[in-house]
């Protein structure tokens, strides 16, 4: 096999329930279903971080949040680090973006202080070269709709909230779509590329396009899983914020599981697309497919919208890997956890690259040679801060009187996901263990004091085993480089 075409694809908010092939009883995703038929589904998949930016943080980088240190949308993302793009580069490729990366530049590299990258957090990860950047607002998007003859189409969230209003062939997620394929057609066929799709469907507004607004009917949607009747303070502080309370009526909830739905239909629907494009212009079987998420989605589960605290709906998200030069794996479904950062040295090694010292997360590879890896992890682990919220508004002011003072640090969580449990470390010194494996809804807590002191062990290694190690590894000896780790490089 030549180099191969690298499709990066990401849906924004995507939980990992919401496939046709992982049961669901919903929704429809055949060409998703497709994809993970002609390659492997990962069914323990989970973001590190939430919101976006720290997710995307996390997938790009290929690092857990407490190494990159990108705590909120709006937290720069160092420059020292490396990611899935330059890497991309180094190796001959020229990666194009389709979309938005949501990373803030690293301030120290920008010299004009009227620069308008320093005030916004969705500047385009190093390396990328933009080809449709579509933050909010959409603007590329939006002049579209104009040119179309639509008028008051007012900002972002205007257009998207009206979306049913308008064709499927209008919305957002097809303009992504039609300018990838345009720049598909112009692209020279033997020359491998390297294209992040970054959708933003099905992230709310929960308004899907034209006729998918009406494909599910909302009475056919199940319930959400229901609030717990003992709550920590952190869950009834986001059942009390607008941006993350759920519906409060059985109905209103099933409209919205419905609009979502209708947007993951849509989206299959427009990669289906671009699946047909690629098989007809010969590239289909030289083409490598990363899909996956930056987060999950609540959607009512716990009493709540969107993506927050420590629940496994905003980080349980879809993941599927086609690599066709590897079909002895191809229909796999993996049982193992696996997490957003082992998608970079994945690509990595697809892309035949090393895998930098800075990487937390693991290759996918051996799942994808239909091989039991001889070391793997025994739970997922992420995190969410919220010091975002308390910057500049707390009494004393200047971040807790930053940089000395930790006290941020104490508005931030850790969650260890296994199979029978989920401990919840917070900043403060707190903690909560859910005994998941018995009660999948949440509901069941443990206080057994050797439970919870083996899963805090086990957290306490996590953290020990993966903090910062780009230059760890080597030694300085005789006033120069000694001795390297294998597959180190100086250069």
Known sequence: MKRPNILFITLDQFRADSLSCAGHGVVQTPHLDSLAAQGVRFGRHYSQAAPCSPGRAALYTGTYMMNNRV??????????????ALAARRQGYDPVLFGYTDQGVDPRTITDSADPRLSTYESILPGFREVLHLPEPAIGWLQWLEELGYENIGDTHSALSSENERPAQHSITTFLTNTFLHWLHETNESLPWFAHLSYLRPHPPFVAAGEWSKKYEPASCADAIGIPDNRHWLHDVLLQHEATRAPQTRAELQQVKSQYYGNISHADEQLGRIFEELKRRGEWENTVVVLTSDHGEQLGDQGLLNKAGFFESSYHIGCIVRAPQLSDAHGLVVDEFTENIDIFPTLCELMGAAIPAQCDGMSLSSFLHNETPVRWREAATY??????????????????KWPYDRRLEESHLTVRRSRNYAYVHFGDGSWLCFAVGEDPTWNTTTEEAAIVLREAQAMLTWRANHTERTLTGMLLEDGGIGRLPTGFSSE
């Open 71 to 84: 705590v909120a949308n709006g937290t720069p993302l160092d420059d020292r680090f490396d990611n899935v």
């Open 383 to 400: 995190e969410w801060d919220w010091r975002d919220v308390l910057i500049g508004i707390h009494p004393e002011h200047d971040a807790y």
